[in-house]
Each structure stands twice: as structure tokens, then as C-alpha cells.
Nanobody
Framework: QVQLVESGGGLVQPGESLRLSCAFS????????MGWYRQAPGKLRELVAT???????HYSDSVKGRFTISRDNAKKTVFVQMNSLKPEDTAVYYC?????????WGQGTQVTVSS
């Protein structure tokens, strides 16, 4: 069974940075496509970024150029570096692990961008 635990959320001002981490436990980490998603109040959960096992990345248009996803297969951890944060980035951020029909979620970490 896969478990995902996010950390690193918090309250920051516009223009500041945060780095979220997601610790993976369970099966073979390296085979999973890892992703970050977010859900703002009253909105649907949306994709932020994904990274494949070989390091190929994909970003939503709203974060492209500001966020960077990365993974450390040895430490079974995925990160997202979030720069130039905007109030509209405020949301609960969720870590996701996907492989074939298997799909796992973390409990989420709150990111609030406000002056």
C-alpha cells in the first residue's frame, strides 16, 4: 500500500516562494508518475505539475515558468518549488502517485498567499 505525506505549506506574501515535499512509502517509487494538484475553495481539483520516472515534466499554463517539480528516487520524495507566488495560488496542494490503474493521494497541505 502506498502512502503519501505532504509538507511545506504555509502562509506567504505575494512574490515569495515555498517548496512543498511529498514523502512516498510503500511500493517501488521509481515506477510511479508523481504529480501535484491543488484545490481552491469552491473549485475543482486541478493539475499543477507531473513528473515521470525518467524526469519528464508537464506543467499547467497557470504555473509554467514559476513552479518546478522534481523528484529524488533514492529518497522517494517529490518536490515542487513555487516561486513568484500569487494570491490565486492559494489552495490545498495534494501529492499524487499514479501507475497503471493505481492512483494514490496524500492528505494535502495548505498554501495561502496573502498580504
Amino acid at each position: 500500500q502506498v502512502q503519501l505525506v505532504e509538507s511545506g505549506g504555509g502562509l506567504v506574501q505575494p512574490g515569495e516562494s515555498l517548496r512543498l515535499s511529498c514523502a512516498f512509502s510503500g511500493n517501488i517509487f521509481s515506477i510511479y508518475v508523481m504529480g501535484w494538484y491543488r484545490q481552491a475553495p469552491g473549485k475543482l481539483r486541478e493539475l499543477v505539475a507531473t513528473i515521470t520516472r525518467d524526469g519528464s515534466t508537464h506543467y499547467s499554463d497557470s504555473v509554467k515558468g514559476r513552479f518546478t517539480i522534481s523528484r529524488d528516487n533514492a529518497k522517494k520524495t517529490v518536490f515542487v518549488q513555487m516561486n513568484s507566488l500569487k494570491p490565486e495560488d492559494t489552495a490545498v496542494y495534494y501529492c499524487n502517485a499514479a501507475y497503471r490503474q493505481n492512483n494514490y493521494w496524500g492528505q494535502g497541505t495548505q498554501v495561502t498567499v496573502s498580504s
